[in-house]
């Protein structure tokens, strides 16, 4: 009798992945109705300016509740780059997204994404983003200005070249300005990695979170 062939074992079907364990913010969120006089002073300086009377203390001004003297500083300029600059609301957004995803700062992205796609971002322009993808489908002035951003962080300089193609774009001005952009949500992306800052629970998180140590 010929010798029976073992019996084909079916392939292990894959775990379940877990969704990713999110971080605890390091600092608390705290009540409006417990602050302090210098940190409702922030709270209603923010409110009287061009974000309007909607703030809420979470996110990067969560973090600023705590050291209220910078936050007044912090707020300022903010509230400057994020409504009053000569760049277009669509390519400042879509720099902001940019820096996002340079940083992987998941509030900042949860925060402007809806708001690029409304200022006119395409959504597979976002999309591209948050994977980590060159543009491709970007407007030709966003892709200048992903190049330059691109290359800033990886050379910490621009060339001539990709400085000239967004000065046409912008003028002297706004690509001043949009330099002053870049750092101040640089800067926020920092605050918001160092504390933890995450999304609400019911929003999932844009990137993959390093594991913790």
Request: with cysteine; hydrophobic share 40%.
């Amino acid at each position: 009798m010929p010798a029976k062939r073992p019996a084909k074992k079916s392939p292990a079907k894959p775990a379940p992945q877990r969704p990713a364990k999110r971080p605890t913010p390091r600092l608390a969120v705290l009540n409006e109705d417990n602050l302090d006089t210098t940190q409702r002073a922030l709270l209603e300086s923010m409110r009287s300016g061009p974000r309007g009377k909607g703030v809420i203390p979470r996110g990067p001004f969560a973090v600023w509740m705590h050291a209220p003297a910078v936050g007044q500083l912090a707020q300022q300029l903010g509230g400057f780059c994020r409504y009053q600059t000569a760049v277009s609301p669509r390519l400042s957004e879509f720099a902001i997204l940019c820096t996002a995803r340079l940083w992987r700062a998941q509030y900042e992205w949860f925060a402007h994404a809806p708001i690029a796609e409304k200022a006119g971002v395409k959504p597979k322009t976002i999309a591209d983003l948050r994977a980590g993808r060159v543009p491709k489908s970007a407007a030709k002035d966003e892709r200048a200005v992903y190049d330059f951003i691109t290359e800033l962080y990886q050379n910490k300089r621009v060339s001539d070249r990709t400085y000239k193609r967004v000065s046409a774009i912008l003028g002297d001005a706004a690509t001043v300005e949009l330099v002053t952009i870049l750092g101040y949500y640089s800067l926020v992306a920092m605050v918001l990695n160092v504390f933890q800052m995450m999304p609400p629970e019911d929003a999932p998180l844009g990137f993959a979170e390093p594991s913790s140590k």
